[in-house]
């Protein structure tokens, strides 16, 4: 069960719009009570996406701060198959994490990897990117792959716009969606695991105040806002927060499925967002690339052959507080994994970091010079 406390900046607001235009902040520090503990929100859950966060033990998760980690039900059903998952005695064993877990529910992958995809009102069917074969999810059965899983927070079932997309095709989409988020309610039975609805509606304001209200009066308790970081620009995801936050109730978590960088952590914070996930961090660190207050740094670059500085001097992180960018960067020419291990560890510390710091700075009202700091010194 989620019972939500929210800490913070308390006004009352005629309108929200105007409130934020003037530089209301609807941060909130929150807390998330789940069967496997309690949770400090705002939060960064690192991407696991099968039941590995790639290259990282979940003892360095621990030390880093994780809380609650993603994994995919997509992946997972298609390989090693969620049966077996739960004979192994469910996802939390069978990769030794005993924080919180949420899993997605499969709808962004079917419409983002599977090729020869079908939707209809009963599902999708998707050819498996791992053998080609002919596949099936709907809501019955991405929720009871989700309970074989057992994470703590499942998600509905739902389709994920592509960006662009027409009116009336995300229209009619996010109306299924919500008939499936319903299907996917009826189809959870398992006591102590909490169901999140995903709200859709494109890029368009109507159509997202629409997904909001419907699933809202469905009675969630906690939301999912999807469709979004598909290629659209920033400004149109700020204005689709804008539209759909306000409507959903203070009291139950927000997460924003598939963000994302720092800048877009604080801002969404700013509307009132308080979960986050994204591949970005693990992703770019695979490929040299370590984050910073500043913005991005090339590890690999040839400027580091001979800097023997820590990535970031200010950093906690166990790459920072032992390792040098020169001799970082010759693992990373060299091929060797503990490279890439060193920045995935330092890119998860900073991100995990980061929330810790937004928390605090929404407990001590200081949020929004928080924010114009930061923006101020982060280059995208
Ligand atoms: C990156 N942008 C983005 N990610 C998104 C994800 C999670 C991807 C999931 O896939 C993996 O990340 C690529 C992880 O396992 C993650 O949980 C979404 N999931 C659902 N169910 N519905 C959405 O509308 C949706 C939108 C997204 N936008
Ligand atoms: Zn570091």
Request: proline share 5%.
């Amino acid at each position: 069960m989620l019972t939500c406390a929210f800490a913070g900046q308390k006004k009352v607001l005629a309108a929200y719009e105007e409130a934020v235009k003037c530089g209301y902040s609807g941060a909130r520090a929150g807390r998330l009570h789940t069967p496997h503990g309690v949770f400090d929100t705002p939060m960064f859950m690192p991407v696991g996406t099968q039941a590995t966060v790639k290259a990282v033990s979940p003892r360095e998760l621990k030390e880093m701060g994780a809380q609650i980690i993603l994994s995919n039900t997509y992946h997972l059903y298609l390989r090693p198959g969620t049966e077996l998952v739960a004979e192994a005695g469910g996802l939390h064993r069978f990769m030794d994490w005993d924080g919180g877990i949420l899993t997605d529910s499969g709808g962004f992958q079917v419409f983002s990897l599977g090729p020869l995809r079908k939707i209809t009102e009963e599902g999708a069917a998707f050819r498996s990117h791992i053998d080609g074969s002919t596949q099936f999810l709907s809501p019955e059965i991405a929720i009871k792959a989700q309970m074989n899983l057992g994470a703590d927070i499942i998600m509905a079932f739902d389709e994920c716009i592509p960006y662009p997309a027409e009116y009336q095709y995300a229209k009619l989409s996010t109306e299924r969606t919500t008939r499936w988020a319903e299907r996917s309610q009826k189809a959870h039975t398992r006591s102590g695991q909490a169901l999140f609805a995903i709200v859709q509606g494109g890029m368009y304001q109507d159509l997202r105040r629409v997904s909001a209200n419907d699933l809202v009066s469905l009675d969630f308790p906690g939301y999912g806002i999807g469709g979004l970081s598909v290629g659209e620009p920033k400004p149109v995801m700020y204005e689709m927060l804008e539209q759909t936050v306000p409507l959903l109730p203070e009291n139950k978590p927000r997460y924003l499925m598939g963000v994302g960088t720092p800048d877009c952590l604080v801002e969404a914070v700013r509307y009132g967002i308080d979960m986050f996930d994204c591949v970005f961090p693990t992703r770019v660190a695979r490929n040299g690339t370590a984050m910073t207050k500043s913005g991005r740094l090339v590890v690999k670059n040839a400027a580091y052959a001979k800097d023997f500085l820590p990535i970031d001097e200010n950093c906690g992180c166990y790459a920072c507080q032992n390792f040098s960018r020169a001799y970082i960067r010759h693992l990373l020419k060299a091929d060797e994994i503990f490279g890439l291990r060193l920045t995935t560890i330092h890119n998860l510390y900073f991100l995990l970091d980061f929330t810790k710091k937004m928390r605090q700075a929404i407990l001590e009202d200081r949020f929004l010079s928080f924010r114009e700091e930061f923006l101020a010194q982060y280059c995208k």
